[in-house]
Nanobody, 114 residues
Framework: QVQLVESGGGLVQAGGSLRLSCAAS????????MGWYRQAPGKQRELVAT???????GYADSVKGRFTISRDNAKNTVYLQMNSLKPEDTAAYYC????????WGQGTQVTVSS
């Protein structure tokens, strides 16, 4: 069984920063894609960032240059450093890991005030 636990969300003013963490536990292995989605109320889920087992990253256009995804394979943890936050970044953020299928965390709320 795979479990993902996110942390690091909160309330921040526009222009501020937050760092999200997501720790995976269970039968993980070492070669797994991981990433982050977000979903704002009334909007579709949006893929924010991805990272391959080797560290190759990908980002949504809306966050390029502001967000950075990274991982610590020894800790089975993925991070999302979010800088220059905007009110439109307000959403619930969910991490995922791919092990034959996607597993999801419970989500962490990020609220950016203007």
């Amino acid at each position: 069984q795979v479990q993902l636990v996110e942390s690091g969300g909160g309330l921040v003013q526009a222009g501020g920063s937050l760092r999200l963490s997501c720790a995976a536990s269970g039968t993980i292995g070492s070669n797994n894609f991981m990433g982050w989605y977000r979903q704002a109320p009334g909007k579709q889920r949006e893929l924010v960032a991805t990272i391959s087992p080797g560290g190759t990253t990908g980002y949504a256009d809306s966050v390029k240059g502001r967000f950075t995804i990274s991982r610590d394979n020894a800790k089975n943890t993925v991070y999302l450093q979010m800088n220059s936050l905007k009110p439109e970044d307000t959403a619930a953020y969910y991490c995922y890991i791919v092990i034959l299928r996607q597993y999801w965390g419970q989500g962490t709320q990020v609220t950016v005030s203007s």
